[in-house]
Structures are given as structure tokens and as C-alpha cells.
């Protein structure tokens, strides 16, 4: 069926008509939506192991549910909301909010270490460009999670009132306010082009049945836009009607929207310098290791790892009585998945006259839990004149003997 949709494109914003939180059923819409995919955001951002330290940002925060959390529950040390309209943002004591619009607003030097922005960018013509202002105001090493609704089943769905209603709905809301449901399908690309680290992407696709929340939710969005959808050509009105109806119903089963949602951590400039804490915080590797490497010349090493990412290694068995080996010297950091990588440059001398004769460059890979680790090293060994050979892959064993620093 051709569209007839007779209102044209405009520059209408999200809430100022279609969705104004002065609307009777606004608050029980998005108190709907948080009730489905809170506990879905929650989970993401506890797995970021935010600092209890971390000032937080959410934009356009609906009722504030998230914010609560972080603050109440999330450890954050200050958060702030922003949203054009914050007349729904009640019971939010402790919390900052200001009412602008995130394209215009001037943040001046303010930087945040999270910032969340949950169902908004998807109803933002210049989505790219409000990005930009979210990075730009992240600290470096801080993380972005931006989540939103994308259409994956209705397409296909069984029930043709389901099929034609959402189409109708989609092409309203492309034309009056600029949603574009297809557009988190391009996640992560948005934080990968941006050159973020440890970036991640989840996606919650819920069961849609009448009368729940989820129900609740199309109930009252559909209810606002009854009139429009017709209009478009793509669904008739006796059909939206069905939609209405069946979302009352119990015994109606469908699939809904997806929630997709992308993460990343923006770049820090000092993390060559502060590796040593990994992603986390925690210093599970600081400390002296007993460290058995059986198929080693030097089956035994004690090594000791410093704040500040500087390693030392030493043998402390004679071994081969016509060399010793100095200190060993280096460096060490996490990596994105939780490894710690180890380099250190071990010199040899003979221990008649001091005589430098050789060196070898050592890099470990392990992975540590609790007191011991594990892992592979590989060496590289260099004579006084200069020629290598390689010594191949050595399993590893490390005790911890030391508490940490």
C-alpha cells in the first residue's frame, strides 16, 4: 500500500508534541520502560567496575531510575541528568539536574567518568554530533554506554495488525521527530571510529505479552499517535484498534523491540603510566612471586612487580658457577582481557672479572588469580657480539610471597 501520510518531515524534537512528559500517560510510559530494561542496564554497568569515585552523567534519563541507582547503589560519588524537560525527574535528592538540550548546553570544563544515554540518540536527527559532545566531556579513561531501542522481528511477525501498526509507527516517528529504529544495528561502530578501547556490545530481546509492562508500554505509545498512524497508508485504523486490544490480552505472544547497547572506554594518555592498577583498580599482581619455570635454565626466580609498572627478576640458585646474573629490569601492564604482560631484559656477567657476555629479553603472559598465576614466557638470548636465538615457550608458575604495595 503507497503512503498517503499527509503531514510532511518537520523539525519537531522528541517531547515537545509526540511524547511530552505533559501528557497524562508519559510518566506510566516510561516508568513501563524502566520496569523491562533497568535491570538489563543495571547488569552492564555493574560489569564495568565503576570507581566508587566516578562522577556520572545520564542524558535525557526519562524518570530517573538509573540515576537513582548509580547514586544509591552504583557508588558513583555525583551524578547529573540532563533533559529538555525534567518536570517527571521528582524524588531525586542527591542528584543534579539541569534542564538544556544536550546540543546546546555548555558543559564548560566539567568531565565525567560514565555517562549513559539510554533510548535517546535513536530519536536525535544529529545523533553523530551529540556523540561527539559526550566524548569530548569524558574524561580520558572514562566509559560511555549508550543503549537503545532497534526493530529486529516485526517484520516478520505472525499477527499482520502487529506488522502494520509498527511500520506505521516507525515512519511517524522518522517523519515528525527524526527516530531512526534500525540505527543501533551499526553498533559499535560509533565507539570504534572514535578510537575507544574495550568495547563490548549486548543486546535483550524480550517476549511481548499482553498485559505486562512491556504491554503497558506500546499501550500507551500506541494510544498517542492513534490518530497519526492511519495517515501514513500503512495500516488502517481497525487495525491499530487489534494492536490496542491485544496487548491487553494474556494470551497474546509476540516479540518487541531489541535493546541493543555499546560500551567503551575512552583512551587515557597516562595509562602507560598507570597500567599497573589494570581496568579495575586492583592490584592483584603488585607484590613478590616465587615464580618455578621447569623447563628454564634457571628453574627458579623470584620476581617482584612495583607500583608504577616497573618488574625485577633475579635467580636466586648458583646455577651455572661461571656466570651470574644481575637484577633483571622491566616493566609490566594489563591488558584488556585481564592478562598481565611482562618484559624484562636480564643481563649476564661472568663472575671471574665482571665480563658482560650475554643478555636475555624475557616476555610473560600470565594470568593471576588470587595468590598464584600462570603462564608462558618466552626468551630471546643475545651474546656479546650481538647474535640471538630464541629459547621457545616456557610454562609458568607464580606463589606470591610478598603482600602488596
Not at 540505527?183 to 511481548?208: C, H, K, M, S
Not at 643478555?359 to 593471576?368: A, Y
Request: glycine share 8%; with cysteine.
Amino acid at each position: 500500500m503507497k503512503s498517503r501520510m499527509t503531514r510532511s518531515v518537520t523539525d519537531e524534537l522528541y517531547g515537545q508534541l509526540i511524547f511530552s512528559q505533559a501528557s497524562a500517560g508519559e510518566r506510566h510510559r516510561l516508568a513501563a520502560l524502566a520496569d523491562v530494561f533497568d535491570p538489563v542496564t543495571i547488569e552492564q554497568l555493574s560489569r564495568l567496575n565503576i570507581a566508587r569515585s566516578a562522577r556520572c552523567l545520564e542524558i535525557g534519563p526519562g524518570l530517573g531510575t538509573l540515576s537513582r541507582w548509580m547514586l544509591d547503589e552504583g557508588g558513583a560519588v555525583s551524578v547529573t541528568v540532563l533533559d529538555r524537560d525534567t518536570r517527571l525527574l521528582t524524588d531525586l535528592q542527591g542528584v543534579e539536574v539541569i534542564q538544556a538540550d544536550i546540543r546546546q548546553y555548555e558543559f564548560g570544563a566539567a568531565q565525567y567518568d560514565l555517562i549513559v544515554a539510554r533510548n535517546v540518540l535513536v530519536h536525535l536527527r544529529d545523533r553523530e554530533a551529540v556523540i561527539d559532545v559526550l566524548v569530548k566531556h569524558l574524561a580520558p579513561g572514562g566509559w560511555l554506554l549508550i543503549g537503545d531501542l532497534a526493530d529486529f522481528v516485526t517484520v516478520d511477525t505472525p499477527h499482520t495488525f502487529w506488522r502494520a501498526s509498527t511500520a506505521a509507527l516507525w515512519q511517524v516517528l522518522r517523519d515528525r521527530i527524526g527516530t531512526e529504529v534500525q540505527w543501533a544495528r551499526e553498533f559499535p561502530t560509533p565507539l570504534l571510529n572514535r578510537g575507544f578501547e574495550q568495547v563490548d556490545v549486548d543486546i535483550n530481546l524480550p517476549a511481548l505479552r499482553g498485559g505486562s509492562a512491556l504491554a503497558r508500554f506500546w499501550q500507551l505509545t500506541y494510544g498517542q499517535l492513534l490518530e497519526d498512524l492511519p495517515h501514513t497508508g500503512l495500516v488502517r485504523r481497525e487495525q491499530v484498534l487489534e494492536a490496542l486490544a491485544a496487548l491487553r490480552d494474556p494470551d497474546f505472544w509476540d516479540l518487541s523491540l531489541g535493546l541493543l547497547t555499546m560500551w567503551g572506554r575512552k583512551p587515557d594518555p597516562q595509562d602507560g603510566i598507570r597500567r599497573y592498577r589494570g581496568t579495575t583498580g586492583r592490584k592483584v599482581l603488585q607484590g613478590s612471586w616465587r615464580v618455578h619455570a621447569p623447563d628454564a635454565p634457571f628453574p627458579w626466580h623470584v620476581c617482584a612487580f612495583h607500583p608504577g609498572g616497573v618488574a625485577m627478576q633475579a635467580n636466586p640458585q648458583v646455577a651455572d658457577s661461571e656466570f651470574i646474573d644481575s637484577v633483571s629490569l622491566g616493566h609490566w601492564q594489563e591488558t584488556r582481557d585481564g592478562h598481565f604482560l611482562v618484559y624484562l631484559n636480564e643481563i649476564q656477567c661472568a663472575r671471574a672479572d665482571g665480563r658482560y657476555v650475554g643478555s636475555v629479553e624475557i616476555s610473560m603472559d600470565i594470568e593471576v588469580e588470587q595468590s598464584r598465576f600462570s603462564g608462558t614466557a618466552t626468551t630471546t638470548y643475545r651474546d656479546a657480539n650481538g647474535d640471538s636465538r630464541t629459547g621457545g615457550v616456557t610454562a609458568l608458575t607464580g606463589f606470591k610471597v610478598g603482600t602488596e604495595w
